[in-house]
Nanobody, 123 residues
Framework: QVQLVESGGGLVQAGGSLRLSCAAS????????MGWFRQAPGKEREFVAA????????YYADSVKGRFTISRDNAKNTVYLQMNSLKPEGTAVYYC????????????????WGQGTQVTVSS
């Protein structure tokens, strides 16, 4: 069992930056690949970024590539999402998720989800 708690969301102007954190409970955190997803009002949840258990493999959605960076600190049981050059279309609830089977862009592959943190980007 893994429990995930996101933090770091808030209101930011377009072009600004935020760093999201996702703290995981349990000693098995290092076994899980981690992902970030987001869901805007009236839209489906979509993939943002993923990272392998070791941190050696990362994936990004085309819409965030070059602006967002996913990283993890297994000693702290935490995964991060550094978001730079934010755009108004990035307004959404951001969720982190854990996948025992490996990093994937596929939402259905994730085993555990956090409650989400709101990110609002003003124009």
């Amino acid at each position: 069992q893994v429990q995930l708690v996101e933090s770091g969301g808030g209101l930011v102007q377009a072009g600004g930056s935020l760093r999201l954190s996702c703290a995981a409970s349990g000693r098995t955190f290092r076994r899980y690949a981690m992902g970030w997803f987001r869901q805007a009002p009236g839209k489906e949840r979509e993939f943002v970024a993923a990272i392998s258990w070791s941190g050696g493999i990362t994936y990004y959605a085309d819409s965030v590539k070059g602006r967002f960076t996913i990283s993890r600190d297994n000693a702290k049981n935490t995964v991060y999402l550094q978001m730079n050059s934010l755009k108004p279309e990035g307004t959404a609830v951001y969720y982190c998720a854990a996948d025992f089977h490996g990093a994937t862009t596929y939402l259905g592959g994730y085993d555990y989800w956090g409650q989400g943190t709101q990110v609002t980007v003003s124009s």
